[in-house]
């Protein structure tokens, strides 16, 4: 996060997914090991809103029902995407003004209002 290239959303987009992959305890994918689950994430922005869509590509072999070795990668998945779209609902990246939802203006982002703790979610995608 807090990289001057990208848009603020993506910033705060990251920011928030640090977060959540600490709380839930997601371990970054490594190659050489080949542990972990989060192997790569793409985050655009849709910009009228702000709110970002996010791609995760997570590391696990298929899912069954009665497969148990993996039954713990599930729950971690579970609980990630859980927290990301709560986190996500609780800022929609538009202003509010007399009970309508107002677009931001273009340069809303370089005076300062849009603060790193803006978070919205568009769509959440894992494959």
């Not at 050489?32 to 689950?37: K, L, P, V």
């Not at 340069?107 to 568009?122: A, I, P, T, W």
Request: with cysteine; glycine share 8%; aromatic share 4%.
């Amino acid at each position: 996060p807090g990289c001057v290239a990208h848009h603020l959303s993506i910033n705060s987009a990251v920011a928030v997914l640090e977060k959540v992959c600490r709380q839930v305890k997601v371990h970054a994918f490594d190659e050489t090991t080949g542990s972990g689950y989060l192997r790569n994430v793409a985050i655009s922005v849709e910009r009228s809103t702000r709110k970002v869509q996010m791609t995760l590509v997570w590391n696990s072999r298929p899912y069954t029902e009665t497969s148990s070795v993996v039954a713990d990668g599930k729950q971690v998945l579970d609980a990630l995407c859980k927290a990301l779209i709560a986190a996500g609902g609780k800022n929609s990246g538009r202003k509010r003004r007399r009970g309508r939802e107002s677009k931001q203006q273009p340069g809303d982002e370089k005076s300062g209002s849009h603060s790193q703790d803006k978070f919205g979610l568009h769509s959440l995608w894992v494959h």
